[in-house]
């Protein structure tokens, strides 16, 4: 039989797509707190189609790994150990999805709970909460991390006698550029920013953006642009927008929402904020309300307009994280010991439970990788 053009064509693209879907691996990594029956790092096999999860199986045992990250080439996952003395490991993906630990170095502080690479992998940063401090590592080529190049110690307090009485750093961020590092301290009501040197592996003090007192900075994120930046506030359950000056680093405040709808009770607090890799929709969690907040953004100020507030059917979404392809949010039920799958409307940014549901003990970190088999 003899193909027309057209018809070899289609075969030729059909054949194409196969391949390249065969050619990949989608997985999921979930950190936990190590306190009951977790033992370390979880992953499942992720299905980007039905938005489906397999059962859950270790990966590496560690204790309460309670933030991960991973490289963009796929081979290398690093995560904090959320311990007195903490400390920041790396490990080696292997081709199971199983972890191999490479090295690991001191967190130079106490309760490590967040850690970011630069946009080029060869920098990693790390926040220690009760330690208010930030710290520094280079990464060299097979993975592992240097000893920490720079330890930068937060000083002051803010209004809240409980929650506010020291240095509190909750999160370390790199600019979509790599020049800079934001840092946002929930104890002192500010977000540093650091001139990052990437080939030295060093942070610099570049400046400070003063949080409405109270406010708690919790984590914070970048607009897919790099103009506009979004901070979540623990304490006051808000989430405060932001220009950049993307040439000086400096941040002016937009607009500040809550994370709640308008006649809920405030109580409980936030966590997580994320973008969507299209720029069109932020989220946040809230803990105590368990729910995810949805805002779309307007593209020309960056400014937020409320969606919903959606039930992440479980309870305590301390982190949760959206798809490469925008299609799915994961979230993490802390206290309900479960991780549940949204799918995400294109239009509006709005979620619904697909009615897929994982059991892990104490998930407190979500993260999707896409490798090339």
Known sequence: MRLNPFSFALLIGLFAHSTLLAGTTDRVYFGTYT??????????????????????????????????????????????????????????????????????????????????????????????????????????????????VSVIQHQGSSVNPKRQEAPHAHSINFSPDDRFAYAADLGTDRIYRYAVDTTKGTLAPSGETPIIAGSGPRHFTFHTSGKFAYLINEIALTVEAFSVNQETGDLSSLQTVSTLPLDAPKQGSTA?????????????????????????????????????????????????????????????????????????????GELTFSGEQEKIDSPVCVRFLTVAD
């Open 272 to 348: 997580e904020v994320v973008c969507d890799p299209s720029g069109k929709f932020l989220y946040g969690s809230n803990r105590g309300h368990d729910t995810i907040v949805v805002y779309q953004i307007d593209p020309s100020s960056g400014k937020l307009r409320y969606v919903e507030n959606e039930p992440i059917e479980g309870e305590v979404p301390r982190n949760f994280a959206v798809s490469p392809d925008g299609k799915w949010l994961i979230a993490a039920g802390q206290k309900s010991h479960n991780v549940s799958v949204f799918s995400i409307d294109p239009v509006s």
């Open 35 to 148: 306190k009951a029956d977790s033992q370390g790092i979880y992953v499942s096999e992720w299905d980007p189609e039905k938005g489906t999860l397999s059962e859950p199986r270790l990966a590496a045992e560690i204790e309460n790994p309670s933030f991960l990250e991973l490289s963009s080439d796929g081979k290398f996952l690093y995560a904090v150990s959320e311990v007195g003395d903490g400390t920041v490991k790396s490990f080696r993906i292997l081709g199971d999805g199983t972890l191999n630990l490479i090295n690991q170095q001191s967190a130079e502080g106490s309760i490590t709970c967040h850690l970011s690479l630069s946009q080029d992998g060869t920098m990693l940063v790390a926040a220690n909460y009760m330690g208010g401090n930030v710290v520094s590592y280079r990464i060299r080529k097979d993975g592992s991390l240097s000893k920490a």
